[in-house]
């Protein structure tokens, strides 16, 4: 390594520290916008690094590396959580003095955060939403989006592991069967390979509950600075939000908590 490279140099500060630039004249809270959001977007690209090779080391039968990146997964999220709250200590009439500086754009148009849903296997961004998200999104970012969706999600890595175990999942009964074995762990003779599957989905569980904190988290400052108003890029503001705060990218693993012990035979 050269003796010539700085702090500096080495996190190009020159160049980061000249990205937040204010659109409103004499707002001084646009500046914390600007960073906040700017800072979560850089958090989003590692989260994405992270995901996907935790849905590699699935696909390469290593549940134990997988589990291991969605655990910091989980951590960096949590940090994401914490890097919203300074955006609370903004009054409401900070943010309206530079919100017409925003024009049409809206965190909506996050196109990693919608490749994180995508990656983790959410079902929504199929739909009728990620359509409209993906009309809002670059043509390098739809290209990028078109490509994630059409790799394996973490899901879909996930549900391939079980059946490499033996596990039926073609249906979702044979699926809650599978959970169900999962959740009687530990028994005498099980091989490790079960503990393993069962850890990881605890994991993915983890990793969808604390997304569903972050858009809670969200969704709540939102509430904050605009009340009931429509938010910008012509979404609903706080209801769209707010519904999405009840999305869960795994849901059948939540169902299967709450479904009574079940006699299977040992395999």
Known sequence: MSDTVTYSDYLRLPELLTLQVPLADGVRDERLFIT???VQELWFGQLLDDLT???????????????????????????????????RSMPPREFHAFRGALGSSSGAQSAQYVEISALSGADW???????????GLSPAERERLRTRLEEPSLWEAFVGLLGKAGFEVATQDGRRAAYARLADLPRDGDPAELSELAELAEALVDHDEVWTEWRACHALLVERQIGGLPGTGGSTGVAHLRAAVYRRFYPELWEARGAEPVALPDR
């Open 53 to 87: 090779d935790a849905r590699d080391r699935i696909l390469d039968g290593d549940p134990r590396a997988a589990r291991a990146r969605l655990v910091r997964g989980a951590v960096i999220a949590r940090a994401l959580i914490a890097g919203i709250h300074p955006l």
């Open 125 to 135: 961004v199929h739909g009728p939403y990620g359509a409209r998200v993906a009309a």
């Open 36 to 38: 906040v959001h700017q």
